[in-house]
């Protein structure tokens, strides 16, 4: 395999992971990028069919202990899609931030009053951060914009 820059990074700061949260996490991730990415044009049609690109993962420890998610696209023959990777994690940047956003109200004591629950239509990124929210501290980056989840309140920043 060609090695990529135009990677995706999760980065779960608390240990041990649960399985079952981190399925959900990565069919969730899965479904909130390619929701993304099927959203406009040039890189629409490439996820039109079956033989649309594959997400491809990278895992490993980081120097603390934390578990690292590194993520892009790739065609069938394994061969990095720089720039379909490249736009859709920078529109899915965008649009986390902007779920987030939208979805953040705060109670009079600070603390977030987010529904547990996930609804049958909230968009897939809604979906993604009910899911990112049961590991308590997260990193999510792209390029030089990283949105910090940390004791359930999420913060952007840039690298």
Do not use: C
């Amino acid at each position: 395999m060609t090695p990529t820059t135009d990677k995706l990074t999760l980065i779960l700061h608390q240990q041990p992971l649960k399985v079952s949260n981190l399925s959900s996490l990565f069919r969730s991730l899965q479904a909130a990028l390619r929701e993304t990415a099927a959203a406009g044009e040039p890189v629409e049609s490439l996820f039109s069919s079956q033989k649309g690109p594959f997400l491809v993962t990278d895992l490993e420890n980081g120097p603390n202990g934390e578990t690292m998610l590194s993520v892009w696209f790739a065609d069938r023959h394994n061969a990095p899609l720089n720039n379909q990777s490249r736009e859709t994690f920078e529109k899915a940047l965008n649009e986390l931030e902007r779920t987030i956003l939208q979805g953040s109200q705060h109670t009079f004591w600070g603390a977030p009053a987010y529904q547990a629950e996930v609804h049958e239509d909230d968009s897939r990124m809604s979906r993604f951060i009910a899911v990112l929210r049961a590991f308590r501290s997260a990193t999510i980056s792209y390029g030089d914009r990283a949105i910090v989840l940390s004791e359930g309140l999420f913060a952007t920043e840039r690298l």
